[in-house]
């Protein structure tokens, strides 16, 4: 956070406006640590800046431009699994009705690995459709009658027009991939995509930056790729790790001082297996 806040504070010292620097993160919590430091360290109101976690940036887009995809002006946000949950096995009852739960074992057809799967599919950017035929090449019999309620559920929350926060960066991506063809302007919103914690992000994260990279914003992230702790949420290390291949000409800084740590921790991490 203090290097992420240090890298705010030299474009905004090089003349680069803040409303043009997006800094992306993944808690609340974290979004307003950011905020805080960056004020105590400039005289800047950060309230109404995009500084946030990238379900609040996704937000954003999909109030400014979630209808070019169809995306109903006044959805509603689902926060409650438990309103998902029972959605889900109301679809998995009617699935199951026409035999594609036929020989799959109680335990893979449980409710909550179901949405676990669909909120998978949307971290990797997979619609319906895809995980379907990605389930039928693997033959995952699983998850070809988890693709069938993951395709109702959709069809649900279109019809009620509501959308649930694994769905948010999904849609998001996509309506700044429309803005990206149809020449639109959001997508060249910004001129900096400052990311935290970038060892954690997932396939649809990494795809919301480059669709801003995309329109010609600069991207830099502060990450640790020994520090991924977060694959089972869906993300992957590999983005850090190709970083310099995603991104050429990026130059790698390595922080080498650790501040948090006594000398006898630092020893002991460096030396584990």
């Known amino acids: 956070t203090t290097t992420l806040v240090g890298r705010y504070a030299f474009l905004k010292s090089k003349a680069v406006a803040p ?25 800047l109101k950060t309230k109404s800046l995009p500084i946030g976690t990238f379900h609040s940036i996704a937000l954003q887009v999909l109030r400014t431009i979630g209808s070019n995809i169809g995306v109903a002006t006044d959805f509603e946000i689902w926060t409650k699994n438990y309103e998902r949950t029972a959605i889900i096995e109301t679809l998995k009852v009617e699935v199951k009705k026409e035999g594609f739960y036929k020989k799959i074992s109680d335990d893979d057809a449980e409710t909550s690995a179901i949405l676990e799967y669909i909120d998978g599919m949307r971290e990797a950017m997979l619609d319906p459709d895809a995980a379907f ?68 992000i997932n396939q649809a994260q990494k795809t919301l930056v480059d669709q801003f990279v995309a329109g010609g914003a600069h991207v830099w992230a502060v990450g640790d790729e020994k520090q991924a702790i977060y694959a089972w949420r869906g993300s992957d290390i590999k983005f850090i790790q190709d970083f310099e291949h995603d991104f050429p000409g990026a130059q790698i800084v390595a922080l080498r001082e650790n501040y948090r740590s006594a000398k006898n921790i630092v020893l002991m991490a460096n030396n584990l297996a």
């Open 19 to 43: 409303p043009e620097i997006l800094c992306c993160t993944f808690s609340r919590r974290a979004a307003d640590e950011i905020k805080d430091r960056i004020e105590q360290v400039m005289p």
């Open 133 to 200: 035929l990605k389930a039928l090449e693997e033959d995952d019999k699983p998850s070809i009658a988890h693709s069938e309620v993951y395709a109702r559920y959709e069809a649900y929350l279109n019809v009620e027009q509501k959308i649930d926060f694994p769905r948010m960066v999904q849609l998001a991506c996509k309506a700044l991939e429309k803005d990206r063809q149809d020449n639109g302007v959001y997508y060249k919103k910004f001129k900096h995509v400052l990311v935290d914690e970038y060892q954690d």
